[in-house]
C-alpha cells in the first residue's frame, strides 16, 4: 500500500469517526413527521434527558433542516401549564417543494 493510500484510508477513518452515530437513527425516525418534541427524540435514542444530550440532538436536527419551537401541543394533554421544546420542519422549505 502506498503512502497516498494510507493518507485517504486514514483520513476516510477520522470521518467515520467524527460522524454523528445518532444521525442515522434520527432521520429514520423524523422521516414522515412534521413536528416532534425533544423529548421523544431522547426517548427514542435511549438516553437520558441532559441538556447535554438536548444541545447535541439540536445541532442534528438543525443539520436536517428543523426549526426549533416551544409548544403546548407536542405533549399529550398539555394546554396551560404543559410547555414542551421541540422541532418542526421550515414553512419556506415545504413552500418551496409544492411550488
Given at each position: 500500500?502506498?503512502?497516498?493510500?494510507?493518507?485517504?484510508?486514514?483520513?476516510?477513518?477520522?470521518?467515520?469517526?467524527?460522524?454523528?452515530?445518532?444521525?442515522?437513527?434520527?432521520?429514520?425516525?423524523?422521516?414522515?413527521?412534521?413536528?416532534?418534541?425533544?423529548?421523544?427524540?431522547?426517548?427514542?435514542?435511549?438516553?437520558?434527558?441532559?441538556?447535554?444530550?438536548?444541545?447535541?440532538?439540536?445541532?442534528?436536527?438543525?443539520?436536517?433542516?428543523?426549526?426549533?419551537?416551544?409548544?403546548?401541543?407536542?405533549?399529550?394533554?398539555?394546554?396551560?401549564?404543559?410547555?414542551?421544546?421541540?422541532w418542526t420542519r421550515a414553512v419556506r422549505h415545504q413552500?418551496?417543494?409544492?411550488?
Amino acid at each position: 500500500m502506498s503512502w497516498l493510500q494510507e493518507l485517504h484510508a486514514t483520513q476516510a477513518e477520522i470521518i467515520k469517526r467524527s460522524a454523528d452515530p445518532w444521525r442515522a437513527k434520527l432521520e429514520k425516525a423524523v422521516r414522515d413527521k412534521e413536528a416532534v418534541s425533544t423529548a421523544a427524540l431522547l426517548d427514542l435514542l435511549g438516553v437520558a434527558k441532559t441538556t447535554g444530550n438536548a444541545r447535541r440532538i439540536a445541532k442534528t436536527m438543525q443539520a436536517l433542516n428543523f426549526v426549533p419551537i416551544k409548544s403546548r401541543r407536542l405533549m399529550p394533554g398539555g394546554f396551560r401549564d404543559t410547555v414542551a421544546r421541540g422541532w418542526t420542519r421550515a414553512v419556506r422549505h415545504q413552500n418551496q417543494l409544492t411550488e
